[in-house]
């Protein structure tokens, strides 16, 4: 068992039905060797369904329908909101809109970044490089937050390398230095595969000289 999850009633923040929501209410630490962009390895692999709940009442999608909101619930009724449809990805991009909404611009890349793996397990590559498109994009309208946040500098290099943009992550990356030489050598690595235009997924630990775990 590496997992728990129960049904709970849960109140949506937004809206203030009940619903019955599956929780997580238990799991294993993940020691799994993470892909370049920390997508766990298996089994956590497996439970990103978990990661975005729904409320059936207004729509409302985050990662719990508990968590308060900085608007009101027509917001869900815009075409913006449901440009989106009711898959897991599509679930995941109105996560990222609510997120941005609540200023909480971390959340909002990360969700993009989930739409863009569940796109990933079933081969979309198109879809996944746009879901990718839009995270990179909430990277760069919120540049002085992010610039202070190593751990998603070197993120987005995998970001937009995966979505084909290698001539930034050269740019961006090649011969850059972080703090902690793990990360300079795993920019160096995203350089590396750029320069060979290379977008396919590589774990962490094939990067030269890194040993994860
Ligand atoms: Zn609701």
């Known amino acids: 068992m590496e ?23 238990e799991y294993e630490p993940d020691r799994s060797v993470p892909d370049l962009d920390m997508r766990p390895g298996e089994p956590h692999r497996s439970y990103i369904k978990y990661w975005v709940s729904k409320c059936p009442h207004c729509g409302y999608c985050n990662a719990s329908i508990e968590i308060p909101a900085l608007f009101t619930k027509e917001y869900l009724q815009s075409a913006n909101y449901n440009q ?33 793996w569940t796109f990933d397990d079933v081969g979309n590559d198109e879809k996944a ?41 050269i740019s961006d990356y090649k011969g850059r230095f972080f703090h902690s030489g793990l990360m300079t050598a795993i920019a160096a690595f995203e350089a590396e595969l750029a320069e060979k235009g290379d977008s396919d997924c590589h774990r962490a630990d094939e990067a030269p000289g890194v040993t994860v775990k």
């Open 3 to 25: 997992i728990k999850t129960e049904e709970q009633e849960l109140v949506c923040a937004v809206c203030g039905e009940k619903s019955s929501q599956t929780v997580v209410v």
């Open 84 to 116: 989106y449809g009711d898959s897991l990805a599509g679930r995941f991009m109105k996560m990222s809109l609510v997120c941005e909404k609540n200023k909480v611009y971390e959340e909002a890349l990360k969700a993009c970044l989930y739409a863009a």
């Open 129 to 169: 490089r746009e879901c990718r498109r839009a995270a990179v994009r909430i990277f760069d309208s919120h540049r002085a937050l992010f610039s202070e946040k190593p751990d998603y500098v070197l993120v987005a290099a995998d970001i937009m390398r995966r979505s084909g943009n290698y001539e930034r992550v």
